[in-house]
């Protein structure tokens, strides 16, 4: 198979010629016929993710078609056409029994555990768990962002930030996962602040349902919030994993407001200063939000279908896999509008 490979961080990836790989007992190999280009996989190829082992294929939010079964899987056939949570499950342990997946205490991610899905091929583990079905008529680019970005911003408005009508929503960084919160958070009846340093991506914001937007380099983000809400936002997400995003996010809250930290915050980010005397004074909470189970899809997926949200408007750039390599060593320093998807293998 023809996949990107990394034989050592911060080194430029190479397209290469790979032997395919089979499924295990339990899982599957699907073909890949999309994949998204994510700033987690740039987190791996920095090095900041000690699951990875060298040499490497990264990419983790993908769908395609089911090309090989294990012999104990049961659910899946050849030709079914699927897409998976980036933490799949291993199904054994209380985490898993509980019904919480998502912190799987023996979880596998592909393009992170094991090889990705910047490739023509890529195996996925316990099948029976982990896979998703694609509705019918869901094209493969959108679903590729349902994996990570469109399902960790479900499960942080949903579940973690339990957003409800009428409430003020803050959205930190409008990239995939930001756009991606702002119009569930939307769809679900809340007022949304999208703020970005980037106008293409305020004014997507601003298509996708939030009520007003601002650009970071021109206000007193918190400030700004609280004027606009009249005391502080009930909900606030930095979907960016910066500290300065993160701790925008806090300050902009009203008491007893929840901040749900998203983007991932890794290497020299790793432990930044919060400001704790407005989380004790205000009793602010402080959730942390994961990826999505798969068996929360169902709900999701609802949503779509009703047509309270629409991921394809979240697609931007589709690439070639020959174009992955520039794309990847290129999400920390520039960030198209919408989510790039290899598309062409």
Not at 33 to 54: F, N, P, Q
Not at 114 to 130: I, K, M, P, T
Not at 148 to 155: L, N, Q
Not at 214 to 225: F, H, K, Q, S, Y
Request: aromatic share 4%; with cysteine; proline share 6%.
């Amino acid at each position: 198979m023809k996949a990107v490979l990394f034989e050592k961080f911060q080194e430029t990836p190479k397209l290469v010629t790979l032997p395919d790989p089979t499924p295990a007992p339990h899982g599957v190999v699907l073909r890949v016929a999309a994949t998204g280009v994510c700033r987690s996989d740039w987190h791996g190829w920095m090095g900041h993710d000690s699951d990875i082992e060298l040499p490497h294929v990264p990419g983790h939010e993908l769908a395609g078609v089911v090309e090989a079964v294990g012999r104990d899987v049961t659910r899946w056939k050849v030709g079914d056409k699927v897409t998976v949570p980036f933490i799949c499950g291993c199904g054994a342990c209380p985490e898993c029994h509980a019904g919480h997946q998502q912190v799987c205490l023996h979880q596998e991610q592909p393009g992170f555990t094991h090889w990705g899905s910047f490739a023509e091929y890529v195996a996925l583990h316990q099948a029976d768990l982990n896979l998703v079905a694609l509705p019918e008529g869901m094209d493969f680019a959108t679903a590729a962002s349902l994996g990570c970005r469109f399902a960790t911003s479900f499960r942080a408005v949903i579940d973690q930030g339990q957003v409800r009508a009428g409430q003020w929503v803050a959205v930190h960084g409008c990239g995939g996962v930001g756009l991606s919160a702002v119009m569930i958070a939307a769809a679900a009846g809340a007022n949304v602040i999208g703020v970005d340093l980037d106008p293409a991506k305020l004014q997507l914001a601003r298509d996708l349902g939030a009520s007003a937007v601002i650009n970071g380099r021109e206000a007193d983000v918190p400030g700004a919030i609280r004027e606009i809400t009249r005391g502080g936002a009930h909900v606030s997400l930095d979907a960016l994993g910066h500290p300065v995003t993160m701790t925008n996010s806090i300050l902009c809250l009203r008491p007893r407001g929840k901040h749900v930290q998203v983007g991932l915050m890794l290497g020299e980010h790793a432990a930044p200063a919060i400001p704790m005397p407005k989380i004790v004074g205000q009793e602010i909470e402080i959730l942390g939000s994961h990826g999505m189970q798969a068996h929360r899809y169902g709900a999701m997926l609802d949503m779509v279908a009703s047509g309270k949200v629409d991921p394809s408007r979240l697609v931007g750039q589709q690439i070639s896999l020959a174009e992955a390599p520039e794309a990847l060593m290129a999400m920390d320093r520039f960030q198209s509008v919408g989510a790039t998807v290899i598309t062409r293998f």
